[in-house]
């Protein structure tokens, strides 16, 4: 949707004096809406909700805002629904793939599209992946349905994310390259004998990847590359941040390890953006 719908929407249900309050963006999953509301506009939530959906009827179902903190260890958020109804089940679609999410039980973010994008360009044909942290399956299956001869290894806590994990790969046809792991990440490289046989690691849960920093290090061949995500205030260095974080999580184990890039992906907070480091690592054994 572009930037400025939820302004022009706005005006006429806000007062001119709070129209500089209104957020440019929303997300949209689905045919679900979800937005932002600052508490200079929630006297006016509803008005604004209903007129977001109906200025796109037919393409939204039901417009929503987050009222809670992802809860641990699912990272699922609570919502209050502002205008519509049926539901936070939905399905959605990008890059060519079809997901279905349930709101109410998994955590799913349309806004990283383009970073499952860049992560899945990285990705070389027949290379083996751990998905540590796969959620319904995004990064898993947009990569299997962009590279060839792949084999991604798909790990999540959450029961209910695992079940729509599994439709998810069946809806997309990559039974032969996603298989499914319902578990904690880190035990899950033990009991599924996924130490030593990755290419590449990904950990796309920035308020968890630290603590699992050396098992994926674990699942690594004695060189390959983790894809790591981490919280980062956008008032310090993002290099510097990052740097010292995977120092501090790579402490007292025999790698080398190079940052191949830095990038910040999305703001969730005033001081609070999630950020992602490619890092090439090499062991100093062939097996951990």
């Not at 006429?12 to 949209?28: A, M, N, Q």
């Not at 979800?34 to 796109?56: H, T």
């Not at 990008?94 to 970073?115: A, H, I, M, N």
Request: proline share 5%; net charge positive; aromatic share 8%.
């Amino acid at each position: 949707m572009k930037s400025s719908a939820l302004r022009e929407v706005a005006e006429g249900v806000v007062p001119k004096s709070l129209i500089s309050h209104v957020p440019r963006g929303f997300e949209v999953v689905g045919d679900i809406a979800i937005v932002n509301i600052p508490r200079q506009l929630e006297n006016y939530r509803f008005e604004l909700a209903e007129a977001l959906l109906s200025r796109f009827k037919g393409r939204m179902r039901i417009v929503v805002r987050r009222v809670s903190p992802a809860r641990d260890p699912n990272r699922v958020h609570s919502y209050e629904v502002l205008a519509g109804s049926g539901g936070l089940e939905t399905i959605h679609r990008e890059s060519g793939c079809t997901f279905k999410v349930d709101l109410s039980k998994v955590f799913f973010t349309s806004r990283l599209q383009y970073e499952r994008i860049r992560v899945a360009r990285a990705v070389r044909r027949g290379e083996v992946v751990v998905n540590m942290f796969a959620g319904v399956g995004p990064f898993s299956i947009v990569i299997a349905k962009l590279v060839q001869d792949v084999k991604v290894y798909s790990i999540d806590i959450n029961p209910d994310a695992y079940k729509l994990m599994v439709e998810n790969i069946r809806l997309n046809k990559v039974e032969d390259k996603v298989i499914p792991i319902l578990g904690d990440a880190g035990e899950a490289i033990d009991e599924h004998g996924l130490r030593g046989v990755a290419d590449r690691v990904l950990m796309p849960s920035p308020e968890h990847a630290f603590n699992y920093l050396a098992k994926a290090v674990e699942a690594l061949k004695p060189q390959g590359f983790i894809h790591y995500y981490d919280v980062a205030n956008p008032k310090v260095s993002l290099y510097d941040h990052l740097n010292l974080r995977v120092r501090e999580g790579l402490r007292g184990l025999e790698v080398r390890w190079v940052m191949r890039g830095v990038r910040a992906i999305r703001s969730v907070a005033p001081l609070k953006v999630y950020a992602c480091a490619d890092l090439e690592v090499e062991r100093a054994t062939s097996r951990p």
